[in-house]
């Protein structure tokens, strides 16, 4: 008797879980602790190099203040799937631009669980 082909593995199909429909990629991978990654030798050389070509807070540079960078932000934040180590996604900001933008995200990724929980 041939087998019936129920059990045909297809790993071209992603698995999602079914509780929450997020692709499996992000799920497993834990971003809770970002220590290691600001601590890696590869992202202070990067971040090394973009503060020398990008010497100045962009955020500031906009409304024509001079303010020396001191802070290299993803635009995307990684937890929200930016890259880390694209220069496209990089900026370079001063502290308390920064700051100002961490907070402001905080308050999106808040109404984004509200709204998408309705
Ligand atoms: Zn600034």
Same mark, same amino acid.
């Given at each position: 008797? $041939? ?6 593995? @297809? $790993? ?13 990629? #992000? =799920? &497993?991978?834990?971003? &809770? ?10 992202? @202070? =050389?990067?971040?090394n190099?973009? %503060?020398?070509?990008?010497p ?13 960078a ?6 995307? $934040?990684i937890?929200? &799937?930016g890259?880390?180590y694209?220069? %496209?996604? %990089?900026? =370079?900001?001063?502290? @308390?631009?920064?700051?100002k933008k961490?907070?402001?995200?905080q #308050? ?6 509200? #709204?998408?929980?309705r």
């Amino acid at each position: 008797m $041939p087998k019936r082909p129920d059990d045909v593995q @297809r $790993p071209w199909i992603v698995k999602r879980d079914s509780k929450n429909n997020q692709p499996k990629k #992000t =799920a &497993g991978k834990d971003w &809770g602790d970002m220590s290691s990654f600001y601590n890696s030798s590869r992202w @202070r =050389a990067i971040r090394n190099y973009f %503060l020398k070509r990008n010497p100045l807070c962009v955020y500031c540079k906009n409304k024509d203040i001079i303010k020396p960078a001191e802070v290299i932000d993803h635009r995307v $934040p990684i937890k929200q &799937g930016g890259e880390m180590y694209n220069e %496209l996604n %990089l900026q =370079a900001l001063c502290k @308390r631009c920064h700051d100002k933008k961490s907070r402001s995200e905080q #308050t999106t990724i808040i109404y984004n669980r509200y #709204t998408m929980r309705r």
